[in-house]
């Protein structure tokens, strides 16, 4: 029994929709390719250690929640609003000019920070927006031209999906170019679990 031409063309724009719903949210961007794979503990970056030496409460929180947050389009909105909203807020600015030194991780309350700097402002503000830190993760990468990186990983349903202060545009983990080294891990705020094998890299840079 043939189809008619109408309800074949109804078939093929309901086939085409399906698949802008699976490519990803807010007009057409790509999904992650699912989650990192991450691997058992490793070593705390320097510039946290000593952010977790001042902040001791921020580095022993045990989200009991792990599961990853549920994608929706309130929700991309949101992570597309608060990365625009810091990148603007802040102005780039290296450790070694604001504190004389390199590697120190701090909240950009004076308007001024690095790429971490960034990370912690935005995984503050989404947090006091009610997502789970378990879902808002520090994490350390490399750029193609070698320099190390911070930027803010959003763990949801639908993928890890990355934060950054060098673009407003919210990007799946896998279509940055990056090489990613070491993430916080989910069930303690204080623990860093690996990613790919990498040497110790500072992220002080502020690009």
């Known amino acids: 029994m043939h189809s008619s031409p109408v309800a074949l063309g109804l078939r093929l724009l309901a086939t085409a929709a399906a698949a802008l719903a699976t490519a990803g949210w807010a007009g057409g961007v790509a999904s992650a390719a699912g989650g990192m794979a991450t691997g058992g503990l490793t070593s705390q970056p320097i510039g946290h250690y000593e952010f977790c030496k001042a902040n001791p409460g921020e580095c022993s929180i045990r989200p009991s929640d792990l599961g990853p947050a ?66 808002l993760l520090i994490t350390v990468v490399r750029k193609p031209d070698g320099e ?29 170019g990056y090489r990613y080294l070491k993430r916080q891990a989910i069930n ?3 623990r860093w679990v690996s990613i790919r094998d990498g040497q110790q890299v500072l992220v002080g840079s502020v690009q």
């Open 70 to 135: 549920r994608m929706t389009t309130a929700l991309w909105r949101q992570l597309g609003s608060v990365n625009a909203a810091v990148n603007a807020a802040v102005k780039p600015m290296s450790d070694l000019e604001i504190y004389g030194k390199d590697e120190v991780w701090a909240y950009p309350d004076k308007g001024v920070g690095d790429c971490e700097d960034y990370v912690l402002e935005k995984r503050r503000r989404l947090n006091r927006l009610g997502m789970s830190l378990a879902d």
């Open 148 to 176: 190390g990186h911070a930027v803010l990983t959003v763990r949801t349903d639908k993928g890890d999906y990355i934060l950054d202060n060098l673009t407003d545009k919210v990007r799946a983990w896998d279509q940055t």
């Open 188 to 190: 303690n705020t204080g």
